[in-house]
């Protein structure tokens, strides 16, 4: 589905693909989805820079999440803050870090460091804790959740 502010291509890559990522299926799947966002932007009257594309790697290894950045993935999302402490230190190149869905408050002095983007900030608490916690001279950017239904 496509409206004028959201833009959604999905890709899948089960755990049991892994192998074949790092060799040139991960850039035949990579042009794919390229494709497909151009596809998608010209059907919406977009320009392709409106569009950023999130590599979201859960479930796979650092060096999946290297092979995508090496091939120009720049933002690139996880959902569990034990796999962002475990992977961020080993990663190289030109990329952001997005941490996805829930964080929990007694999480977040421990992920802040690590990420450039926090997606799904949900409730009061949470924004009080991240400003507690963070680092005043290092911007994080935040995306806001709202329940809009009541």
Do not use: F
Request: a positive charge; hydrophobic letters at 35%; aromatic letters at 4%.
């Amino acid at each position: 589905m496509i409206n004028s502010t959201t833009l959604e291509i999905q890709t899948v890559v089960q755990p049991e693909d892994r192998k074949y990522l790092m060799s040139e299926s991960l850039k035949q799947r990579l042009e794919h989805i390229e494709e497909q966002i151009n596809q998608a932007c010209s059907r919406a009257g977009r320009k392709r820079n409106s569009v950023r594309l999130i590599g979201v790697t859960k479930n796979h290894d650092h060096s999946v999440v290297q092979a995508l950045i090496d091939s120009g993935v720049r933002d690139i999302g996880e959902n569990r803050v034990q796999e962002i402490l475990k992977k961020v230190p080993v990663l190289h190149g030109d990329y952001e870090m997005h941490m996805i869905g829930h964080l929990q408050t007694n999480k977040v002095a421990a992920v802040l460091p690590y990420i450039n983007w926090l997606q799904s900030v949900d409730r009061l608490r949470l924004i009080e804790r991240i400003e507690y916690c963070s680092n005043k001279e290092r911007r994080l950017n935040v995306l806001v959740e709202v329940n809009t239904s009541g």
